[in-house]
């Protein structure tokens, strides 16, 4: 139990369009989802704790206007980067929590071209 | 504010070693400190999650150690083999923070044949 699954696995975009990034808990529900980048060789820093049915909660420095999260259900949560630009490349992240530890998506590789 | 440290950055080790790799944290209000695998451009396979009134966990040739009062978790893998090599982070969560992780830079770990 507890799987979480991540969509898409890689995405190329050109600079100025949007991404959208989906993270699903298969089997069971979640309150609460979080997102997380991680550029090469460094480590995940979270971006924002996702909240169903409320207004995600973003850590300083994140720009709530250019990634948008939205997590309308228990078991859906997504991110959109929009206006994507060449430094928003990275390794994107999410996780959930089942009460006892998390459980973390595969991850989507964003290449911004 | 929560800080964490892994050392070394880097490790590698013939087959067959055992071998110890360090995670330290600032502040000791915590609520559980994890240890998670990466691979190369995937996401995260949690190994073992220590509650902060636990000493240890092991799962198969993993044991995690916990010392709250010192701010120290160490991972210990007996018998290393190639399929080992792998990113080793650590995570705590800390109280009251709605279960947000604060990861480590992690341990990028290569077991030669």
């Known amino acids: 139990g507890a799987v979480v699954s991540q969509h898409p696995s890689r995405v190329i975009c050109k600079s100025g369009t949007s991404v959208k990034i989906e993270c699903r808990s298969l089997?069971?529900?979640?309150?609460?989802m979080f997102w997380y980048r991680q550029f090469p060789k460094q480590s995940l820093m979270l971006m924002a704790t996702?909240?169903?049915?409320?207004?995600?909660?973003?850590e300083q420095g994140v720009e709530k206007d250019k990634f948008l999260i939205n997590h309308a259900s228990l078991t859906l949560s997504t991110l959109t980067v929009t206006s994507a630009h060449p430094e928003d490349s990275s390794f994107y992240i999410c996780?959930?929590?089942?009460?006892?530890?998390?459980?973390f998506g595969s991850g989507t590789r964003l290449t911004v071209v | 504010k929560q800080e964490v440290t892994q050392i070394p950055a880097a490790l590698s080790v013939p087959e067959g070693e055992n071998l110890v790799l360090n995670c330290s944290f600032t502040d000791s209000a915590i609520y559980n400190l994890q240890w998670f695998r990466q691979d190369p451009g995937k996401g995260l396979t949690s190994l073992l999650l220590?509650?902060?009134?636990?000493r240890e966990q092991t799962s198969g040739r993993l044991n995690a150690s916990l010392d709250k009062s010192s701010g120290r978790s160490t991972l210990y893998i007996a018998a290393s083999q190639p399929g080992d090599s792998a990113t080793y982070l650590c995570?705590?969560?800390?109280?009251?923070?709605?279960?947000?992780?604060?990861f480590g830079q992690g341990t990028e770990l290569s077991v030669k044949p």
């Open positions: 995570a705590v969560e800390i109280y009251n923070q709605g279960g947000k992780l604060i």
């Open positions: 089997d069971f529900q979640a309150t609460t």
């Open positions: 996780s959930a929590s089942k009460g006892y530890g998390y459980t």
């Open positions: 996702s909240n169903e049915g409320s207004k995600a909660t973003y």
């Open positions: 220590i509650q902060s009134s636990q």
